[in-house]
């Protein structure tokens, strides 16, 4: 198979697994995706990161040289790449797949790397820790269920930032696990576990492929960031 036949099967299964795979199937097919898994990111044009960033350093009151950091679905830990860049500096990562860990204990710049699929296992966290937890892409349908929330609050410290990014996929399940997400959150705000910051809306969050849009070209799907701060 050709290195182009392999990113394009890839960019299919990112979009499509959460309809058609079971957890333990999508933890074995990111194992295998780990090695390629940032260039294909690259192709497909995914700046969900990016746009979860910018939000969250707009935001951010503090010190982020000291700033804990939780980055739960780390992958291959392409967030923490970029949060150096922003004067963050220390780093938990928490994924589902070895091979994604292994990848990110490359990037040197973890503390400390834990295995657990979330919505199945606990959240490996200590409570109350935290200045910034944050989850990029996980939070959709087949991947961490809407309950895996709560577990981001609580990692929280108090006044700690929980940041959240998702894209706006296309069918009815997605739509389903958005409005129960956003029903969930607001629950919790009302239940005065933390208050919002803000929600953006970003344009361009991936390149979805023609055979999971169901066009005849690929075309660029929206996103949500979700901004919360944790009560005192």
Known sequence: MSDSSSTEDNETFFLQSCQSLQSKQTVQLYDNWAETYEQDLATM?????NGAL??????????????QVLDVACGSGLLAKLMVALGFRFFVGVDGSKGMLEQAAKTGLYQDLRLALLGTEPLPAQPGLFDVVIIVGALDFGFAPVSVVRELCHAAKPGGYVCMARGDHTGLA????????????????????????GIKLMGWYMKEPPEVCERDESQYISGTVYLYKKAS
Do not use: C, I, Q
Request: proline share 5%; aromatic share 12%.
């Open 174 to 197: 997605a739509s389903r696990y958005k409005k129960d997400l956003e029903n969930e959150l607001h629950l919790m705000e009302n239940e005065g576990l933390w208050s919002p910051v």
């Open 45 to 49: 044009k995914y700046r969900a990161p």
């Open 54 to 67: 910018d939000f969250l350093n707009t935001n951010f009151s503090g010190s982020r040289e000291d700033a």
